[in-house]
């Protein structure tokens, strides 16, 4: 028997000779007169559907076939020919098609019709048979395979950093706290948690992440991150999805360098491996989302500081929401007139004012900025933030007083510069906005099977 998915079929340079056996769920169904059925059927391999021919001398056409409904599971077995149809290259004559799992049609939510994101979202578990949600796990699988290959193409060393942690790397303190003691009741100490101290779920692998990289030189991490942030928007979730590389031996100059090569290369993977999907993302959910990417794969970045980037916008005469002025950050709306009005490409911008960034960005010699730079692109702004690490202990020490850190709490981060400090630079994706960005979906719910919001986590 040789078995392929719908994708091998549709994408084979002929139709496979002899019997071919494929799997999937009925999409429609349509009993023409001339007494044939033409059932159409995905298995989420590919975009498109394969239609399958169902003649009525089949056995079970009468008392199966001619009962399918949307959701239905078959396997059919027969041969690929050339369809004389159109909208499809190949279909499949069907010699037998086995019913594996009937859907009661009054109560199957996904019918072949069109249904809103918001409802969808309620049928996460079966939303990924629409064309929609198909092809956002399509990219969403392109761009991760891509994420790997640009690093281990590199050398880097893929690590795999705590989700339970005692530090909070950003300093926000928007963390969900782990505790296995009981709601209610007296307050226990910490010393009787589980883990003897405050733990929480990982805002960021980075620091981690930076141990590693120096004793192993460059490493990157690819896994989930928490906010306990309380925002409704279509630009946050509770648990995402984070990447974030760490270079020993760099500078902000070579973290920059990685950052254009790192988006230049998930971009064309996703154009190159779903060409299909993006098609349809271009033609249905935003116009232009193909071109946005294939001009952002082909345009080198421009890179200005962050003082030349409020001098150009304090200059532009435009109007903003958000009033510019030298030591406050940039918002989306100045980020996108920068990429889209005035440069007319993505921008690294660089050297931000040190009291906005966090405590291991390193100090530049004028004290007032930091080795920082963020990535923009048009139509949503920033989409990588990284930094070169300050590695210098008594400044890194200054840095965390001022923030009102505790040095002890972070004793083995300051290690790193005790021991052989070297420069290092990293930064940070994260997967779904950048996922959010490549497709045009409006909703950062919908680009993650399954998302965690505040007072949402069904599934």
Excluded at 223 to 250: D, I, K, Q
Aim: glycine letters at 8%; hydrophobic letters at 40%; aromatic letters at 10%.
């Amino acid at each position: 028997m040789n078995q392929m998915t719908i994708a091998e079929v549709l994408n084979a340079p002929a139709a496979p000779a002899g019997k071919t056996t494929v799997g999937g769920w009925v999409r429609t169904v349509r009993l023409s007169k001339g007494g044939f059925a033409f059932i159409a059927i995905n298995d989420g391999s590919s975009f498109d559907n394969l239609q399958i021919v169902a003649k009525a001398e089949l056995p079970n056409y009468s008392s199966e076939l001619a009962r399918l409904t949307a959701g239905c599971s078959i396997l059919a077995e027969g041969s690929i020919v050339e369809s004389p149809g159109s909208g499809q290259r190949f279909e499949m004559q069907a010699e037998e098609i086995r019913i594996l799992g009937w859907a009661d049609p009054a109560g199957y939510p996904i019918q072949p019709k069109h249904h809103t994101y918001e409802f969808l979202r309620t049928q996460a578990h079966l939303r990924a048979r629409t064309n929609t949600f198909g092809a956002v796990a399509r990219v969403r699988n392109a761009m991760s395979l891509a994420i790997h290959g640009f690093f281990q193409s590199r050398g880097f060393l893929y690590v795999h950093t705590p989700i339970i942690t005692a530090s909070d790397c950003e300093g926000a303190g928007q963390m969900f706290r782990v505790t296995t003691l009981p709601v209610g009741g007296g307050a226990l100490p910490a010393e009787e948690d589980f883990f003897g101290r405050p733990t929480f779920l990982t805002v960021s692998g980075q620091m981690e992440a930076e141990t590693y990289a120096c004793g192993l030189g460059k490493v990157y991490t690819f896994g989930p991150t928490f906010r306990a942030e309380n925002s409704n928007t279509a630009r946050h979730l509770a648990e995402f999805w984070m990447v974030e590389p760490e270079m020993a031996f760099c500078d902000l100059a070579g973290d920059a360098d990685l950052a254009e090569a790192f988006v230049k290369h998930i971009f064309s993977a996703v154009l190159t491996g779903c060409p299909r999907d993006m098609a349809f993302f271009d033609e249905r959910v935003e116009k232009g989302v193909v071109a946005t990417l294939e001009h952002i794969v082909a345009s080198p970045f421009e890179r200005i500081t962050y003082t030349q980037a409020v001098e150009i916008l304090e200059k532009s005469g435009q109007k903003f929401d958000y009033p510019v002025s030298w030591g406050s950050d940039l918002q989306s709306e100045h980020e996108r007139y920068l990429t889209e009005k005035h440069i007319g490409r993505p921008v690294i911008v660089t050297d931000y004012p040190r009291q906005i960034k966090a405590f291991y960005m390193r100090l530049n010699d004028d004290a007032k900025t930091v080795a920082a730079m963020d990535v923009l692109v048009p139509r949503i702004g920033e989409i990588i933030g990284g930094s070169q690490r300050e590695e210098r202990l008594d400044v890194l020490t200054a840095r965390m007083a001022e923030g009102g850190l505790k040095p002890e709490s972070y004793w083995w981060y300051a290690d790193l510069r005790r021991y052989g400090t070297v420069p290092h630079a990293g930064f940070g994706l994260g997967l779904e906005r950048t996922i959010q960005f490549a497709t045009g979906m409006a909703n950062i719910r919908d680009v993650i099977p399954y998302p965690r919001t505040p007072r949402s986590a069904e599934f």
